[in-house]
T-cell receptor, first 113, second 112 residues
């Protein structure tokens, strides 16, 4: 079975540009999570969805960040405009119904110059 | 609210030595506890989890962890380290709605 798929794996952009990260959860999973990982702050939960509905976005750092889940098989995390401090690895994870185990994607390494 | 404390950001062992990675948690409800491993440039992978029942949990790659409610601990152990165990290890506690609260991580270094 395919795991969680994220694209792109690496993104290098310039400050002020819009960045869109994509995630395809495991088929049949109904919860999806976006995390950010940095050396300084560790692993931070940004937002999570249950049945395509955003449940908690309190971890989204500011209005420049937005996330959508238009259907059960696709989610995006958008940063507009991007800033150098947004440089990090962004992970997507999904969980099956009625379970707590999260399955992580390989991550997108974002570098904002 | 839930929280996780991992003691030691780095742990160094020799190949063949005992691995012990410490995790203490705080939870307002009976916890579900997890250990994840992250190899360089990869996502997190589940090692093992405790939900209910037996307090000694066995995971992949020879790792195990014991849930001790009285000590609010969930330490990860492996009797004999292998070079391939070098990675970062994260302890996590479930906070309901499938959310997990992660510790800061412990980097395991294995020397020959």
């Amino acid at each position: 079975d395919a795991g969680v798929i994220q694209s792109p794996r690496h993104e290098v952009t310039e400050m002020g540009q819009e960045v869109t990260l994509r995630c395809k959860p495991i088929s049949g999973h109904n919860s999806l999570f976006w995390y950010r990982q940095t050396m300084m702050r560790g692993l931070e939960l940004l937002i999570y969805f249950n049945n395509n509905v955003p449940i908690d976005d309190s971890g989204m750092p500011e209005d420049r960040f937005s996330a959508k889940m238009p259907n059960a098989s696709f989610s995006t995390l958008k940063i507009q405009p991007s800033e150098p401090r947004d440089s990090a690895v962004y992970f997507c994870a999904s969980t099956p119904p009625e379970q707590d185990t999260q399955y992580f994607g390989p991550g997108t390494r974002l570098t904002v110059l | 609210a839930q929280s996780v404390t991992q003691l030691g950001s780095h742990v160094s062992v020799s190949e063949g030595a005992l691995v012990l990675l410490r995790c203490n948690y705080s939870s307002s409800v009976p916890p579900y506890l997890f250990w994840y491993v992250q190899y360089p440039n990869q996502g997190l992978q589940l090692l093992l989890k405790y939900t209910t029942g037996a307090t000694l949990v066995k995971g992949i790659n020879g790792f195990e962890a014991e849930f001790k409610k009285s000590e609010t601990s969930f330490h990860l152990t492996k009797p004999s380290a292998h070079m391939s165990d070098a990675a970062e290890y994260f302890c996590a506690v479930s906070g309901g709605y499938s959310t997990l609260t992660f510790g800061k991580g412990t980097m395991l270094l294995v020397s020959p």
